[in-house]
Each structure stands twice: as C-alpha cells, then as structure tokens.
T-cell receptor
Framework: EADIYQTPRYLVIGTGKKITLECSQTMGHDKMYWYQQDPGMELHLIHYSYGVNSTEKGDLSSESTVSRIRTEHFPLTLESARPSHTSQYLC???????????FGQGTRLTVV | KQEVTQIPAALSVPEGENLVLNCSFTDSAIYNLQWFRQDPGKGLTSLLLIQSSQREQTSGRLNASLDKSSGRSTLYIAASQPGDSATYLCAGVMNSGGYQKVTFGTGTKLQVIP
C-alpha cells in the first residue's frame, strides 16, 4: 500500500523556534502536497509540487516554506513558529493531481 | 476498495444557470466527503466538507449533500458564473491502515459560458 511518512508525529515547541516537518514517499510520485487541518475541519492546501525543483503555494496562505530537491522528499519549514501555527499538517502525494492521493499520518504541531 | 465516480465528466452551461454535480462512492464507511475545485495546472481548493453524520453543507452559492446509505453526494451551484469554470472533484476520506486515505473522484469539468 501507500508508503508516505511524516516525522515527527507530534511536536510541541516554543514560540520563535525554527522547525522542519519531514515528508517522504517511496512511490515515485511526482505530485506532492502539504495540507493544514484544524480538528474536524477541512483540509486546506498550503503548498504543492509538480516535481523536483517545483513548488507552489496553495489556497490557504501560510508562513511556511517548502523545498523539493528530491522526488521522494518534501519538507516544510517554519522559520519562526507562533501559536497561530498550531495545527495538524498533512503531507500527500499522487501520480497525478486528479489521481488517488495518499496521505501521511500527519504532524500535530503545538506552538506554546 | 473505495471507488468514487463523478457524473457528468464534463458540463457546459450558460451563465446564470443552476446546476448539480454528482458523486457516487462504493464504500459507505467514509468519515467525511469533501468537494474540491481544481483550476488548470493548480492544486486543489477545498470547497465544502461534509462529515459522515451530516446531510448537508452550504457555503455561499454552493450546497453539498451527502447520502451515505445510497453512496451519493451532490454539489449544487446556484446562479453559475464564468469564474466557476474549473474541474470539481469529490473525495471520500477513510481510515486505512492507520492513515487518512483520500479517494478522489474522476472529476467534472465545468465550463460556464458568458
């Protein structure tokens, strides 16, 4: 089945810290996505990538940045975390934008 | 395995018309169903999410319904506008092996003619 991994699963950090959320997939998918989701709420796309060296912002404005140096790796970075960044961050990949998307287990971030 | 089908595959309507997009899913064990919009070359924009316990959600000119027993969801767009032209996708979300598996439908490509 799907092989897409996110680390860490849970993270509690102080305000102002720099953090990187990791996402890796072993399916060779070109398309990767980062979604932000508050409990019980919709997934909101914050970043996506067509492939290596391609990154685009999604429909929800985010202060995070992403990079895509390798096909399998799509890390998300917050340079200076704030309490408003507290949320769940979900990474996904798919062969094509309209194909079935596989999601990682998510990173639940709490900024105190 | 969850399969999600959308009918029609493409739809062209004159501006101002009300329209309905259909979504069918085979596995009723979804815990929510989400409608997205996709513009050419872009990612997905979330439109509405319906929890499995809900029957309906509304946002502006959009209304989505969910009938788990029949495996159907509809997206109603009132007073369509040229800016509504895009591909609309529904997605069933399930728990699968400890992660959230999203199965997207095949999409309906909507064109609203001015």
């Amino acid at each position: 089945e799907a092989d897409i991994y996110q680390t860490p699963r849970y993270l509690v950090i102080g305000t102002g810290k720099k953090i990187t959320l990791e996402c890796s997939q072993t399916m060779g998918h070109d398309k990767m996505y980062w979604y932000q989701q508050d409990p019980g709420m919709e997934l909101h796309l914050i970043h996506y990538s067509y492939g290596v060296n391609s990154t685009e912002k999604g429909d929800l404005s985010s202060e995070s940045t992403v990079s895509r140096i390798r096909t399998e790796h799509f890390p998300l970075t917050l340079e200076s975390a704030r309490p408003s960044h507290t949320s769940q961050y979900l990474c996904a990949s798919s062969e094509e934008f309209r194909a079935e998307a596989f999601f990682g287990q998510g990173t639940r971030l709490t900024v105190v | 395995k969850q399969e999600v089908t959308q009918i029609p595959a493409a739809l062209s309507v004159p501006e101002g018309e009300n329209l309905v997009l259909n979504c069918s899913f085979t596995d009723s064990a979804i815990y929510n169903l989400q409608w997205f919009r996709q513009d050419p070359g872009k990612g997905l924009t979330s439109l509405l999410l319906i929890q499995s316990s809900q029957r309906e959600q509304t946002s502006g000119r959009l209304n989505a319904s969910l009938d788990k027993s029949s495996g159907r969801s509809t997206l109603y767009i009132a007073a369509s506008q040229p800016g509504d032209s895009a591909t609309y996708l529904c997605a069933g979300v399930m728990n699968s092996g400890g992660y959230q598996k999203v199965t997207f439908g095949t999409g309906t490509k909507l064109q609203v003619i001015p």
